[in-house]
């Protein structure tokens, strides 16, 4: 099959690979660029372990192929931290324990990401209908609203200097 050079802007970084056009973006990001944060869980979008970013929206990257990323601004888990910084959303995570195996976790991360971007000052309600679309079979999600709601708190918060 021949394959079709694309040019991606993944975490920032413009990356230009040749893919097969079936590539799925979950084996272009994990294989090619080795950014292995986001996981491969069901491969049918049903579980939202492999949910990143692009263009700001969020999709499972195990039904979408890396070819309909081109020219496309990607983000991963791997780029929310800024310098060594967790984002709001990552920090809300580890204070409020809103992870216990962790496979789930990138998926979740990258999902209140987006969610909180979206609805910055969300309800309990509204927390559980956005991450809705993302599973996790350790938690009971208690723990991981809690972490958004933390999230949500820090990110309305004035930015110190």
């Not at 413009?14 to 973006?25: F, N």
């Not at 929206?57 to 195990?62: D, I, T």
């Not at 039904?63 to 910084?85: I, P, Y």
């Amino acid at each position: 099959m021949a394959k079709k050079l694309i040019t991606v802007h993944v975490n920032g970084k413009a990356e230009e690979k040749a893919v097969e056009p079936r590539t799925l973006l979950i084996h272009f990001l994990r294989e090619e660029l080795n950014l292995t944060g986001a996981h491969i869980g069901c491969e049918t979008s049903h579980c939202g372990a492999c949910t990143v970013d692009i263009d700001g929206q969020s999709v499972k990257s195990c039904t979408h192929l890396a070819v309909q990323c081109d020219g496309s601004e990607v983000l991963t888990v791997e780029g929310l931290a800024n310098k060594g910084v967790l984002h709001a959303v990552q920090e809300g995570f580890y204070k409020e324990h809103g992870l216990q195996c962790g496979f789930c976790t990138p998926g979740m991360l990258m999902r209140a990401y987006r969610f909180l971007h979206d609805n910055p000052n969300p309800s309990e309600e509204e927390i559980r209908s956005g991450l809705s679309g993302n599973l996790c079979r350790c938690t009971g999600y208690q723990n991981i609203v809690k972490a958004v709601q933390y999230a949500a708190k820090k990110l309305q918060e004035p930015a110190t200097a």
